[in-house]
């Protein structure tokens, strides 16, 4: 027999798919200015439903840039307090002509809803406020003390929840956090993350001269702005994709040869990874290492844009004063973003032309964090999936970066649960972007089964 919570849960799964689909309704881009107020009102829905299910001292925290939505609950006495997070921004939809449906109008295919946020995050982080909501609904109670934070930029690197995370500590005293934004390894598999790649993002801004030029006239005798930044980024690696900053591997962690050897157990097809996932003819990287080893135990380098020059229709003799790279770099345990960033901006400083000049600014950075699985609540956890979802839990990292879970950990000493129910094949952060509706569903009760068994570890008293 369920639990209360689970049946009410069950019983009230279409509901939950359509108030879903009102808050993906709404086009809360955290990175385009003419969205701001869709941010904020995906905001103000959110605190409105969290002060409808029960929860309390529910209100905006206001940011430098989009709000903050925050709710406790707190009579558990002797019970662990849990941080429930997640994030409400979207990223764009473009390009708009691949989508099979609007990315704005919540449409079922094949047994998955599609819009942006589907699964990143809005559907993961409503999955935390319906178990919630059955938990209240059903106990009249929660079994554990709750915080709930939610914010608006996460998809533009997260500065306002960083800096009150940074500044406010009390405010979000708990013992571990839940954190629902990965992914499941394949179909009906339940996963736990136990580790995250953190990140530098980065432009390189390359000057050569104070104006554009006619090349007739000054080709061969001016420098060029983008053929030097261009020489800089084949420097940064080499054709195996090994970095070649000095230093940069230095103090990395490696996985353990037990974590090697479960990775090594897990349903995956390099094959099927190639042609299906990446869509590429090969999937090159350093050799010697797997790709599961590649994308989430090493570090990476990715250029994303080169923009500035002439890019437009027909033909333009023009030699750019000016060129810019936005570059990223993975980092893995062992890996410090302040460290990372000086080699990095040392090494281009020290390999770019003579006679041009080059600044390197950091964007945004996220530290990298492996999470011990002999903690009580990954263990509730894995006891949580086991019983909802019937298989055997596995343990992954992820190659992403969620910057929040090392902010949780240096600020407030806390461990993440990071229990994802996305899939591979879901189309975060591109067109046609989806989530399985029965992950949703199943979602929501092995989130309620969770919360209700770390209800049963022994915690501090309420409201700490």
């Not at 003419?34 to 925290?61: C, Q, S």
């Not at 020489?231 to 070649?244: H, M, N, T």
């Not at 990095?344 to 945004?364: C, K, N, W």
């Not at 894995?382 to 949780?408: C, K, M, N, Q, Y």
Request: glycine share 10%.
């Amino acid at each position: 027999m369920p639990s209360p919570a689970i049946a009410f849960a069950q019983q009230n799964q279409a509901r939950f798919l359509e108030e879903l689909k009102a808050l993906l309704r709404i086009p809360s881009i955290s990175t385009l200015p003419e969205h701001k107020a869709d941010v904020r009102h995906a905001a103000e829905v959110l605190a409105a439903e969290l002060k409808r299910i029960g929860m309390e001292n529910v209100r905006l925290i206001e940011t430098a840039g989009h709000p903050l939505v925050y709710a406790d609950w707190l009579h558990a006495s002797g019970t662990p307090t849990a941080l429930l997070y997640g994030h409400y921004d979207v990223q764009p939809p473009d390009p708009l002509d691949e989508w099979l449906s609007p990315p704005f109008e919540p449409t079922e295919r094949n047994g998955n809803l599609y819009a942006r946020g589907a699964v990143d995050d809005k559907g993961q982080m409503y999955m935390h406020v319906k178990a919630l909501e059955s938990l209240l609904a059903s106990e009249g109670k929660l079994p554990l003390n709750v915080r709930v934070i939610l914010e608006g930029e996460e998809e533009v690197g997260g500065e306002g929840i960083a800096t009150y995370v940074a500044s406010q500590p009390a405010e979000l005293e708990a013992d571990f956090a839940l954190v629902s934004d990965t992914e499941m390894f394949a179909p009906g598999l339940p996963t736990l993350c136990v580790g995250l790649r953190g990140m530098i993002y980065t432009e390189i801004e390359v000057r050569s001269s104070r104006t554009d030029l006619h090349s007739g006239m000054y080709g061969g005798a001016a420098p060029n702005s983008f053929v030097s930044l261009c020489q800089i980024v084949a420097k940064l690696k080499d054709e195996s994709g090994r970095i070649l900053i000095p230093g940069i591997y230095d103090n990395i962690i490696p996985p353990s040869s037990e974590e090697l050897a479960a990775w090594r157990s897990l349903p995956f097809d390099e094959e099927e990874y190639r042609e299906n996932e990446v869509g590429s003819k090969t999937l090159p990287g350093e050799p010697g290492y797997s790709v599961l080893e590649r994308t989430w135990a090493r570090p990476t380098l990715d250029v994303h844009g080169m923009p500035g020059g002439f890019i437009g229709a027909g033909a333009k003799t023009v030699i750019p004063a000016k060129a810019t790279a936005k570059v990223s770099i993975r980092l893995v345990p062992g890996m410090n973003p302040t460290e990372t960033f000086a080699r990095y901006r040392g090494f281009i400083q020290h390999i770019a032309s003579p006679g041009v000049d080059v600044d390197v600014r950091l964007i945004h950075s996220g530290e990298p964090c492996l999470i011990p699985v002999d903690n009580p609540y990954i263990q509730a956890a894995t006891v949580a999936l086991h019983e909802i979802w019937g298989r055997e839990t596995v343990f992954i990292r992820s190659g992403g970066s969620i910057p929040i879970v090392g902010d949780f950990a240096r600020h407030l000493n806390l461990p993440s649960v990071m229990m994802g129910f996305g899939l591979p094949d879901d189309n975060l952060h591109a067109p046609n972007e989806k989530f399985l509706i029965a992950n949703f569903h199943q979602g929501i009760e092995s989130i309620i089964r969770f919360l209700e068994l770390t209800g049963a570890i022994a915690g501090e008293p309420a409201g700490k």
